[in-house]
């Protein structure tokens, strides 16, 4: 069994155990000891005798003689894994390899109910752009390119709602400040998976941002790159979905 990373275990039985636990994660149903030896290629008694010991150790359960599934151990140490997983520390890494490529700050962003907070930031003295948004800084959703891949996700009354609320209100000649100005910026969002700000909160500063998502499919926090206007390039934005997914991918999302 070679592993993603390219190395295989040295130990004969982990690497049966290992194999064991794939062929009954790949079945939803519970799996018998027959098939478990054909998809693993292991004699029947030597997949008895590992799925016995993982049994003992509630890794494996056994619903009824002769058959096998994942065992609630498992979903105990997941949840200890995810409940230790934090998106600051996922994401910090892979935020200062995007910065090296595109000298621009680049922001990890969450949502608090009508606005957003940066709690992270890379940037440098290079990218010629003064950093306004602190780290713990606040924005209003529908003028961020962050807020607006949050918007999204709401449906049609709860953004009536926040709009509502906020009375949509502009910091720029370039903010949205109608409803149907918003809505027809967050069906775009929902159709290319990218949000903008386009010198909507700062006159000089262009965003691009894309999402970060968690193990059960949640927007959870959003990644941007921040620009001079005329310095935010077109170029970036597969490389900043791909930091995204990288991300999401660390805290347990599967694309579909």
């Known amino acids: 069994m070679t592993k993603k990373d390219g190395q295989t275990p040295t130990i004969q039985v982990l690497e049966r155990t290992f194999l ?28 008895h005798r590992i ?42 890494a892979p935020m200062r390899e995007l910065h090296k490529v595109t000298h621009q700050p680049v922001n990890l962003s969450v949502r608090q109910g009508d606005e957003i907070v940066y709690i992270e930031r890379t940037y440098s003295e290079r990218s010629g752009m003064q950093v306004v948004r602190a780290v713990g800084g606040r924005a209003p959703l ?7 891949l ?39 969002v929902r159709q290319t998976t990218l949000a903008r700000d386009n010198e909507e909160l700062e006159l000089g500063v262009r965003c691009m941002a894309a999402g970060i998502y968690d193990d059960q499919g ?9 620009a001079p206007a005329d310095r ?5 934005s597969e490389r900043l979905r791909e930091t995204a997914s990288q991300i999401s991918k660390a805290l347990g999302h599967q694309a579909s």
Do not use: C
Request: net charge neutral; no cysteine.
């Open 20 to 47: 064991l636990l794939d062929v009954l994660a790949a079945h939803r149903d519970p799996v018998s000891l027959k098939q478990v030896s054909e998809h693993t290629g292991l004699h029947p008694s030597t997949a």
């Open 51 to 92: 799925l016995n010991d993982l049994a003992a150790g509630r890794f494996v359960e056994r619903p009824e003689a002769g058959s096998y599934r994942l065992g609630m151990r498992l979903l105990e140490l997941g949840n200890l894994v995810k409940a230790r997983l934090d998106v600051r520390d996922a994401a910090l």
């Open 232 to 236: 935010l390039e077109e170029g970036w």
């Open 150 to 188: 949050f918007l999204a996700q709401d449906d049609p009354q709860r953004v009536r709602a926040y709009a509502a609320r906020t009375g949509l209100a502009g910091h720029t000649r370039n903010s949205l400040t109608e409803l149907t100005q918003l809505e027809r910026e967050l069906a775009k």
């Open 142 to 148: 529908h003028l961020t390119s962050v807020g607006k």
């Open 218 to 226: 949640k927007l959870i926090a959003g990644l941007s790159i921040s």
